[in-house]
T-cell receptor, first 114, second 114 residues
Framework: GAGVSQSPSNKVTEKGKDVELRCDPI?????LYWYRQRLGQGLEFLIY????????KSGLPSDRFSAERTGESVSTLTIQRTQQEDSAVYLC????????????FGPGTRLTVT | AQSVAQPEDQVNVAEGNPLTVKCTYS??????LFWYVQYPNRGLQFLLK??????LVKGSYGFEAEFNKSQTSFHLKKPSALVSDSALYFC????????????FGAGTRLFVKA
């Protein structure tokens, strides 16, 4: 079946512009996660959505970052007024509706802020 | 708060030798522990997990990991390394009290030399 997909695969933007990153989870996966991976570093938790519960936004680094999810499908991560330190790979993952289940990752969006 | 430590940035082993990639964790409740692997130019893939039960868990590609509650460790092992095992390995933890928030370690790069 189809895996997690993300678009665009690459995004180059100028400092100060807004960007939107999209994630399509695996069908039937109620949990969806966003992570940031800076070059040569580990995954930094940003936010997760689970069903109809309020999202856990505790990892969002500033109020320039926000995310939405439509029901149990597509999610968008928005970064406003981008800064050079936002340059990273943004990874999306999804999983079934129990914390015991593993996550399935998308290929990521590489964001470069010039 | 959850945390994960992977004390080694890099592990070098010769092909055919056993390998160990170390991971220690901290959670307030019972831990759900995961290992993921990131091959060059490929997405993150799930390897194995510990949720409950037998402390020794087996996963994909001949990997296994041992949960040690007293040492709060979950080290990844393989009896005989292959060159194709060369990749970036991430340990991850969830607090088993029900949350989906997942904290990843910084990653350990494994080099297997022929």
């Amino acid at each position: 079946g189809a895996g997690v997909s993300q678009s665009p695969s690459n995004k180059v933007t100028e400092k100060g512009k807004d960007v939107e990153l999209r994630c399509d989870p695996i069908s039937g996966h109620t949990a969806l996660y966003w992570y940031r991976q800076r070059l040569g570093q580990g995954l930094e938790f940003l936010i997760y959505f689970q069903g109809n519960s309020a999202p856990d936004k505790s990892g969002l680094p500033s109020d320039r970052f926000s995310a939405e999810r439509t029901g149990e499908s597509v999610s968008t991560l928005t970064i406003q007024r981008t800064q050079q330190e936002d340059s990273a790979v943004y990874l999306c993952a999804s999983s079934l509706s129990d914390p015991a289940y593993e996550q399935y990752f998308g290929p990521g969006t590489r964001l470069t802020v010039t | 708060a959850q945390s994960v430590a992977q004390p080694e940035d890099q592990v070098n082993v010769a092909e055919g030798n056993p390998l160990t990639v170390k991971c220690t964790y901290s959670v307030s409740g019972n831990p759900y522990l995961f290992w993921y692997v990131q091959y060059p130019n490929r997405g993150l893939q799930f390897l194995l997990k510990y949720i409950t039960g037998d402390n020794l868990v087996k996963g994909s590609y001949g990997f296994e990991a041992e949960f040690n509650k007293s040492q709060t460790s979950f080290h990844l092992k393989k009896p005989s390394a292959l060159v194709s095992d060369s990749a970036l390995y991430f340990c991850a933890v969830r607090d088993g009290t029900g949350g989906f928030k997942t904290i990843f370690g910084a990653g350990t790069r494994l080099f297997v030399k022929a």
